[in-house]
């Protein structure tokens, strides 16, 4: 299913930045292709002559609640679902502005990727940085500070959920207690990485919205960039239940020039790709905190990863790259007849 490339001369972040001779591992932007049905719709609107404003069709919507209940299961008013032109992290700061003046700080749960403390400072939003609380136990070694949380009494709290950067996947229970301890504040559940999670994770998707009902201090937020890896297509969408906040989301967007109306292909036949780049990626496994890296049982389920690791030189902790397969040039790829996923031909 997937084709060889290079992205040399492509104007790759991530690549520009590890400069010649090295791996580049520091961004999650994988060196697969996107779904074909992602180019097949922008060639399509490159073919009109007419570039202006876009709109967000009500159809757009309803494709978003339609991949969660089809995929999940679970039911996303098409109301809700916010299409954004540009990338969860503005998507965060523009939250920020439309939920100011905050009535408590911006509370995160650290460690976190980077991107909420930047985003509350550039905001100049207080921001209280709560770690996550070791339990003791190796098969569970921490939680979220419940307690630290409701005792903060929160403006915002920001999850990313999955957690980057430790992997973990939170229960429904973990998510529906951080809501309550936010609560009357905002709970942004940024779950960005959800769709890349095994299926055996066992926690419905979109975790804030299943385990809330659609409550009304809870906003989603998913990104087309991260499920499909084009992230360099600005667009992600924030799944807001209160009809009052998505109209101050809309007004604090319009202030800085920006209008609903993402860059979407209008496909449905993003599934398959999705499912085979989960092939290529460790799927979030429930607990992968560092220290703590083993073999559990998506791994077994996911042993192409294993293999392109092997095939590659890479080891579990480290990195280093064999001396002919990098991720960006592997040579030729096919279909394994058991797992249904792609593999390097050369894998065997
Ligand atoms: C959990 C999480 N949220 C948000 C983002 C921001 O994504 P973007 O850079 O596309 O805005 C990232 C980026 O890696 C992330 O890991």
Known sequence: MFERFSRAGTGSAKWARAGAGRIAMGVADMDLPGPPAVGAALRVRAGHPAFGYPVAEDADRVLVADWYRRRHGVEVDPRWVMLLPFAPGT???????????????????????????????AAGVELRELPLLPT???????????????ASRPGLVMLSSPHNPTGRIWSAADV????????????????VHGDLRHPDAEVPQPVAVAVT?????????????????????PSCFALVP???LRERLTAAMAGFGLWEGACWARSRSGRRWRRAARGWTP?????????SWRWPRWAVRCWPVRRLRTCCGWTARGSAPGPSCSPAVTSSWRTDPISDRPVPAACG
């Open 91 to 121: 998507a965060v700061r523009l939250l920020l502005e439309a939920v100011r003046p905050l009535p408590g700080p911006a509370v995160c749960v650290t460690p976190e990727w980077g991107g909420f403390a930047r985003v509350c400072r």
């Open 136 to 150: 003791g136990d190796p098969a569970d070694p921490y939680r979220l500070p419940l307690a630290g949380v409701a």
């Open 176 to 191: 529906r207690a951080l809501a309550a301890a936010a609560a009357p504040g905002l709970l942004v559940s940024d779950e």
């Open 213 to 233: 009902g659609g409550a009304a201090n809870v906003v989603t937020l998913g990104s087309v960039g991260k499920t499909f890896n084009v992230s360099g297509l």
């Open 242 to 244: 209160d009809a009052g």
């Open 283 to 291: 799927c979030w496994p429930t607990w992968c905190g560092p220290g």
